[in-house]
């Protein structure tokens, strides 16, 4: 299995781009370099195919996925997903994101969201034992 990581992001952008230019309305390849742009950090870029993407189909998915990654994690965090670890450390595809200024204060949120979780009275109390279970 071929792991999906910045540095392999950054080796395909040359072929990725070569492609582009052979078939610059191929939406697919505009979001696929949109994507790869996005997960080696370089937004701007990213942002640039985005808007085409929105230009040729904007209620496609492709579109609304590359334009709404942080929206999406914000939304997530704000809504009860804040495996504070795994966004901070362990997620290979929010690797990208994190030296950005907006993912710090996610990232800063969904801490103070899991520290507020470990202490509430919901961790505290053992988990109910289903009727009939005699352990």
Same mark, same amino acid.
Request: overall charge neutral; proline content about 11%; some cysteine.
């Given at each position: 299995m071929t792991l999906a990581?910045? =540095?392999r992001f950054a080796e395909a952008l040359p072929n990725?781009?070569? =492609?582009?230019?052979? *078939? #610059?309305?191929n939406f697919i390849l505009q979001w696929t370099i949109g994507y790869a742009y996005a997960a080696v950090g370089r937004l701007d870029e990213a942002a640039r195919h985005a808007a085409?993407?929105?230009q040729m189909g904007p209620d496609v998915p492709y579109t609304r996925q590359l334009l709404a990654l942080l929206d999406v994690l914000e939304q997530a965090v *704000?809504?009860? $997903?804040?495996?504070?670890? $795994?966004i901070a450390e362990h997620c290979p595809f929010l690797a990208p994101l994190r030296p950005l200024p907006r993912f710090a204060g996610i990232l800063a949120k969904a801490k103070e969201r899991s520290e507020t979780f470990g202490k509430s009275e919901y961790t505290a109390a053992p988990s #109910?034992?289903?009727p009939g279970d005699a352990r």
């Amino acid at each position: 299995m071929t792991l999906a990581t910045p =540095s392999r992001f950054a080796e395909a952008l040359p072929n990725l781009r070569h =492609s582009l230019e052979l *078939d #610059p309305r191929n939406f697919i390849l505009q979001w696929t370099i949109g994507y790869a742009y996005a997960a080696v950090g370089r937004l701007d870029e990213a942002a640039r195919h985005a808007a085409v993407l929105n230009q040729m189909g904007p209620d496609v998915p492709y579109t609304r996925q590359l334009l709404a990654l942080l929206d999406v994690l914000e939304q997530a965090v *704000d809504q009860g $997903f804040y495996p504070y670890p $795994f966004i901070a450390e362990h997620c290979p595809f929010l690797a990208p994101l994190r030296p950005l200024p907006r993912f710090a204060g996610i990232l800063a949120k969904a801490k103070e969201r899991s520290e507020t979780f470990g202490k509430s009275e919901y961790t505290a109390a053992p988990s #109910p034992k289903p009727p009939g279970d005699a352990r």
